[in-house]
């Protein structure tokens, strides 16, 4: 949360509010935040910040706690009516973009590596930041991020199509478990009515691809704009002949890459093998572990003290050689 408003008392309050209502359907329906946690399902700690204010929800979260509480869609609207975007803060860098994120009525976008932000799941953002700061800085970008995602999510949002890479999907950020939600994440999102996702896989045949992943946003007036990223800087342009340029790029990388339905079976697919990935882990760990255990019985037996063995002494011979037992 944004600490200058925080201190003022008025960042707070639509996110405050919010945790105190879910707080109130949560404990009235004798639900702890580790059970409600479990069956949303999410981390315990993610609803006990929402219950303190100090994390931005989805509306996913919302819809899921309105039907596990029983609340008759209560938290939905809430979390429909809340203003979070002052609740959060932007590098000053990247302000601008994220209010013209704020009343796009359209927006066009091409990423390579990483799954932009307006895509990505909570997980996956929070291993992203970890990559270059730490503490509480990290839960600062997150919570602005997800903030950034409140009206492309919503039912009635702008239109948001989106052109991926295939390095997006194959690159790992966090874990294979973190990429496996991304996964079913983007798949999820892809269903609504004003997203798509396509997938440019990496055979495609046609050189047609951006050099730079860029953004095409359109405001509420008509006037357009072309927006990319370097390293910690934003650039943008709205030079028509510039915009024209990109955007035909960008028409016909997309006439060219699969359907939305088609780029969805590659993301299952994909999916499925970091699903696969996370089943063979566990057995190579016990593997490891047998390995261990043999090593150290054999490491015990070497230690151990050794003791003579007791030998029987040669049996005496009879007369004429005869055997004594015979």
Partial sequence: MNRRNAATGTAATGAAAFGEVLRHYREAAYVTQEALATRIPCDRSLVARVEAGTRVPQDTFAKACDELLGTGGVLQRLWARVDWYPEVEHPDWFGRRAEMDAEAVALHEYQTQVVPGLLQTEDYARALFSRVTSGEEVEDHVRARLSRQQRFLATDGPLYIAVLDESCLRNVVGSPAVMRDQCAHLLRIGRLPNIRVHIAPANLAR?????????????????????????????FSDDPTIFARHSRRYDVLRADVPSAQESAALISETLGGYEHHEEECPQHGDMAQKQLQRRQRRQLRRNSPRYPRRRSRPRQQGPRGASADL
């Fill in 207 to 235: 050189p047609a691809r951006p050099n730079v992943s860029m953004s095409l946003i359109t405001l509420p007036d008509g006037h357009r704009w072309v927006y990319s990223e370097s390293l910690d800087h934003g650039h």
